[in-house]
């Protein structure tokens, strides 16, 4: 059951109510901040099926297909008794506070599990978390027949671009500076007739994206970046009442050019997480087809060749990488 794995220390922790066999994980291209060292195990983006409960949980649940939910919320808090709980007071991380999804099983609170239509695929479903958020940042503000523009074409990216092609944007714009995930948009979005993606290392990055958000500029803008060139960009982009969603993380304080952003009047919203409404929707978006995200996913590994996977996130030579535990082998 163990043969030859990395990292087989599943635990299963009294008093919660599932477990789950990992099918999947996905590992993203956004760099090594989220890959630490912790007493426990690494890793939040997974799905699989339900193949242990707890005496208190419905045995009808048995070999459910589900993803898991990261937010750990504590239910006690004001914001939690406010629907608020994605940014619960005292929130833990599937993955850093308790076990994630690098092993063969593991154990998680019921209320974290989302059960999934088999339509969605294995590798698509592995990402739903990712997915839901993105999908929380495009449907926060009505996207039919908007421009958008989007800063930082990472998975999350991607999939920013994805989702709004599918809910009816009237044009969507991408902008990456690393050549690899430069090149990878183009191939995703060159069949996709009100799309575009550019390149920001090339010198004339604003005109082109100015001229792409027509002339009064876009109506939307979702950062994932975190960059000061690329917040820069974006207020110079938007349009007078603009909206922005801010998703990327900074290692310290980034510039905003904020009397520029006063002039415009542009709304800034911060997202942290998924919400309630967003899984759902996510579900719908992959288990109808209007998003496919196969194109995201570069490498599918087996898991006790995890130094590779690592290996190609850091050169940046891989966009989604799937991870499968090597006992499903024998399944
Ligand atoms: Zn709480």
Redesign the pocket.
């Given at each position: 059951m163990w043969k030859g794995l990395y990292f087989a220390v599943a635990r299963f922790v009294s008093g919660w109510p599932r477990r789950v066999s990992v099918v999947p994980i996905s590992l993203s291209s956004n760099g090594p901040n989220g890959w630490r060292s912790a007493p426990t195990i690494s890793f939040r983006e997974c799905c699989g099926h339900v193949c242990e409960v707890g005496s208190d949980v419905d045995p009808a649940l048995m070999n459910a297909y589900v993803a898991v939910e990261s937010h750990l919320?504590?239910?006690?808090?004001q914001?939690?008794r406010d629907g608020q709980?994605h940014i619960?007071?005292?929130l833990k991380y599937v993955g850093i506070d308790i076990d994630g999804g690098f092993a063969e099983y593991v154990a998680v609170p019921v209320t974290l599990l989302h059960q999934l239509p088999t339509t969605i695929p294995i590798p698509s479903a592995a990402a739903l978390e990712p997915f839901a958020l993105a999908t929380r940042a495009v449907l926060d503000e009505p996207v039919r027949d908007k421009s958008m523009l989007v800063t930082g074409l990472g998975p999350l990216g991607l999939m920013t671009m994805l989702i709004a092609v599918a809910r009816g944007a009237a044009s969507i714009t991408g902008v990456e500076r690393n050549p690899h995930r430069f090149q990878m948009a183009k191939q995703i979005f060159e069949s996709v007739p009100n799309a575009a993606v550019i390149d920001s290392s090339n010198p004339e990055v604003t005109g082109t994206v100015a001229q792409r958000g027509g002339g009064s500029g876009f109506d939307r803008w979702v950062d994932w970046s975190g960059a000061g060139q690329a917040l820069e960009l974006g207020v110079s982009a938007l349009r007078r009442g603009g909206i922005a969603h801010l998703l990327g993380s900074a290692e310290g304080p980034v510039a905003l050019p904020l009397s520029q952003a006063l002039m415009k009047e542009i709304s800034f919203r911060t997202i942290h997480g998924r919400n309630a409404e967003a899984w759902p929707i996510a579900i719908e978006l992959l288990s109808s087809g209007a998003v496919d995200l196969n194109p995201l996913v570069t490498h599918d590994l087996d898991l006790s060749n995890y130094r590779h996977a690592f290996d190609l996130l850091l050169e940046g030579k891989a966009c989604k990488v799937i991870m499968t535990p090597n006992h499903l082998e024998s399944r």
């Open positions: 919320a504590c239910g006690q808090c914001l939690c709980d619960c007071e005292n």
